[in-house]
């Protein structure tokens, strides 16, 4: 029975996508303390999103052209902050994806290759086995010439 190496990438990814929740919450936390998180990088990205949803659901039940007030400062910050959580979970997911597909791309190019090289070392066997094919009919010929010469 033929043992299969470890999937120790697949473990390792695996374990960086369970550790980034924690490290996303973290920094979600971090955002709420810094006055400068705050500002410039939770509140736009939430109030564009809460503008956006609105929006949309505002156009779905039928209302065009209503006015869509802002978020206060503190739920802002608090759904910029998840965003930023968010975010930060779907980028180290997707990089562990763009990493698996790279990985098997490098294992499927080497598999590839030495396939090729045992395909090209059987032709090369081949096309030995036929040379030596010749040469012993030809001395199959010769010999049997011989033979019916000599009687």
């Not at 369970?18 to 990088?41: C, D, H, M, W």
């Not at 503190?74 to 997911?93: K, P, S, Y």
């Not at 396939?115 to 090209?120: D, I, K, V």
Request: glycine content about 8%; charged content about 25%.
């Amino acid at each position: 029975m033929v043992v299969g190496a470890f999937p120790i990438a697949k473990l390792l990814y695996l374990g960086i996508r369970q550790i980034s929740k924690p490290l996303a919450n973290r920094i979600k936390a971090g955002a709420r303390r810094s006055e400068f998180f705050r500002t410039y990088v939770c509140l736009p990205p939430a109030q564009v999103y809460h503008w956006v949803e609105m929006r949309s659901k505002m156009r779905i039940m039928g209302f065009r052209g209503a006015v869509i007030k802002p978020l206060n400062e503190d739920a802002a910050a608090e759904l910029g902050a998840e965003l930023l959580g968010e975010a930060i979970i779907f980028l180290i997911g997707g990089g562990c994806m763009v990493a698996e597909y790279s990985r098997q791309s490098a294992n499927s190019h080497r598999k590839e290759e030495e396939m090729e090289a045992r395909l090209g070392s059987m032709e090369a066997e081949i096309a030995r086995l036929g040379l030596l094919t010749e040469e012993l009919e030809t001395r199959a010929r010769v010999t049997e010439r011989q033979q019916l010469a000599g009687k």
